[in-house]
């Protein structure tokens, strides 16, 4: 912080107090770590806690010095002053264990006796000082950002914001520290056992040339099938279910693209209106398969469903490519909840404004992870890495992948992150598929991408939805798509299947809507129809809405068979999308992320 930020800090009495205080309670932290380390004993009621080492980060469950089994706890938190790992019985009673040891900003310590099934968090302590961007608030129990399972539901109560949500004067709530306890109120990690041999697996590796993808949701794909048993309907379980995998073979599609399965939360501003975040574009947990698809349980059996589900799609010959979101996460602006990134190290997780106090905001969703910084940059490789060699996935699709692609603020092609995948000998093998574009500004790259990767093509989309309704000006334009678009991707040598070809993904209209509305309908999402795209591209064929004549209605099958074999007949790789060869429907919503 400069000496001016400093004398300013040093004359606020607010800001004085509070910094005094958090001095006090992370100091209190030291004294009990540096006794616990004289004496040779863990603090009252908890158990011994061992050095341990920095590596691996998260928890891994191990066989510790003497043979002792036990779990190695490391979390990066540069800035913090004092870390607690945080365990959790069955009946919710807290044992708190501080870390004894701190490696290159890595916090870290050993604790004999922590077996599989244990459920746990961390309380980081530092300063308060959103006027600088600190946010440490030990009183609000952290999810590890490499937890491999989460145990519960986050669902927003006061408690769980490190400052005062609820504050008269809001101009300024973000600023007033909430001292209540949050464990109560919020899931915890699980740790999870390494012991799953991948030897008898056998992935598609299809080549991108004879690939079609399709896009689909795990619960929604699952969830109203009438030969999936009911018990395994909208989980991962049901999705390697022999009815599911039999309507993916009879398609003939070679890999499926899930919504997000990493772990993830539900906004506050649809909690406040009864609705929950269904597509899952609300990252908390990188690691971690979301726990509300499991059919087998939370307590970490959830991993285990995951990779039974993957094993099973790869013995039918369909690949795994996961949609991920490592541009944001669900912690928001400075007034969303404290989680787990904002209290470990809010300045070393997420770009700040020349204002620390608040968020820089690529992505719409409140912050951005800062990618440039080695401990980001880390936490996302290593997440990558974690899925394809230990969870044995095919590939990914990055959601906002330009604002992974930003270095400052500008978006570069040289940036770190892509640099990382390009070298990467695991992550380079496996399928990259980029939506090309952030809502900053220059965040617009359809065509930028560098070889290694493929992209999501929204000028086919557009160009062959106006082709179709007459509205194309030049015909010309659609001759590129139809050919693999050259235009874009031919000028650094890349093929073909650099284009994800699509006419309709998760955001927008469905097919059969895409035929039936020329304007949104998105009145069930609570905000007046003023959310989602008003450029649709669609033509009603006559009558907007479900219609009764014989005319429409044939009609409407007929543009529907015209785009679906325009698709599957141009080059580049097709994507579709999950229902649309059955004529679903979301009655005209083209936003439909919380219904």
């Given at each position: 912080m400069s000496s001016a930020a400093e004398q300013e800090a040093v004359q606020d009495p607010e800001r004085k107090a509070v910094r005094a205080a958090d001095g006090e309670a992370a100091a209190a932290v030291r004294a009990a770590v540096a006794e616990d380390r004289r004496g040779g004993r863990a603090a009252a009621g908890a158990p011994a806690v061992w050095p341990g080492a920095p590596t691996p980060l998260g928890a891994?469950?191990?066989?510790?010095?003497d043979g002792a089994a036990g779990t190695n706890f490391a979390?990066?938190?540069g800035g913090a002053e004092a870390v607690e790992v945080c365990l959790f019985d069955e009946r919710g009673v807290e044992t708190r264990c501080p870390l004894t040891e701190l490696t290159h900003e890595i916090w870290h310590g050993f604790v004999p006796g922590v077996r599989p099934g244990q459920r746990y968090g961390y309380r980081v302590h530092g300063r308060w000082d959103p006027w600088t961007g600190a946010r440490w608030n030990a009183a609000k129990l952290l999810l590890d950002?490499?937890?491999?399972?989460?145990?519960g539901t986050f669902t927003l109560p006061p408690e769980v914001y490190g400052h005062v949500r609820d504050w008269p004067d809001q101009q300024v709530a973000?600023?007033?520290?909430?001292?209540?306890?949050?464990a109560p109120h919020v899931p915890k990690g699980v740790v999870v056992h390494d012991d799953d041999d991948w030897a008898e697996d056998r992935r598609p590796?299809?080549?991108?040339?004879?690939?079609?993808?399709?896009?689909?949701?795990?619960?929604?794909?699952?969830?109203?099938?009438p030969d999936i048993p009911p018990e395994l309907r909208g989980t991962y379980a049901g999705l390697a279910h022999p009815a599911a995998i039999e309507h993916l073979t009879r398609l003939g599609v070679t890999?499926?693209?899930l919504l997000p399965v990493h772990q993830f939360a539900h906004e506050d501003h649809l909690l406040r209106r009864g609705l929950r975040n269904y597509w899952g574009y609300n990252s908390i947990g990188y690691f971690a398969p979301h726990a509300d698809y499991s059919a087998s349980g939370t307590a970490g059996q959830q991993v285990g469903e995951f990779k039974r589900m993957v094993r099973t799609l790869h013995g039918a010959g369909i690949e795994v490519i996961l949609d991920v979101v490592y541009n944001h996460t669900a912690e928001a602006g400075e007034r969303g909840p404290t989680l787990s990134l904002r209290g470990i190290d809010n300045r070393g997780y997420y770009r700040l404004q020349h204002d620390p106090r608040r968020y820089a905001d690529y992505t719409g969703c409140g912050n951005t992870l800062h990618v440039v910084q080695p401990q980001v940059l880390r936490l996302i490789t290593d997440s990558l890495r974690y899925w394809v060699t230990e969870m044995g996935v095919d590939g990914f699709r990055f959601d906002l992948a330009a604002a992974l692609a930003r270095s400052m603020h500008d978006v570069d092609m040289l940036s770190p992150f892509l640099a990382v995948i390009a070298q990467d000998p695991v992550l380079?093998?496996?399928?990259l598929i980029a939506e090309p574009w952030d809502v900053g500004s220059g965040g617009y790259q359809v065509g930028a991408f560098p070889p290694l990767w493929t992209e999501w093509n929204d000028h086919y989309r557009d160009a062959v939805r106006d082709f179709w309704r007459g509205a194309l000006p030049d015909v010309r334009d659609l001759g590129y798509r139809l050919t693999g678009s050259s235009d874009l991707y031919a000028w650094g040598g890349r093929r073909p299947y650099a284009s994800v070809n699509f006419v309709t993904a998760h955001d927008g209209f469905t097919l059969r809507d895409l035929v039936s509305y020329e304007q949104k309908h998105n009145e069930g999402n609570g905000e007046g129809n003023r959310d989602g795209t008003h450029d649709n591209r669609a033509w009603n064929c006559g009558t907007e809405g479900e219609s009764d004549d014989p005319h429409v209605d044939a009609l409407r099958r007929r543009q529907l068979r015209n785009l679906l074999t325009t698709l599957l007949?141009?080059?580049?790789?097709?994507?579709?999308?999950?229902?649309?060869?059955?004529?679903?429907?979301?009655g005209g919503n083209n936003n439909a992320y919380c219904q």
């Open positions: 891994r469950f191990r066989a510790g010095p979390l990066w938190a950002p490499y937890a491999r399972a989460v145990d973000d600023t007033v520290r909430d001292d209540r306890d949050s590796k299809t080549p991108w040339a004879d690939s079609v993808i399709y896009e689909l949701h795990v619960r929604g794909f699952t969830r109203l099938h890999a499926v693209e380079r093998r496996v399928k007949l141009s080059t580049g790789v097709p994507m579709l999308v999950a229902g649309d060869e059955m004529g679903r429907t979301q």
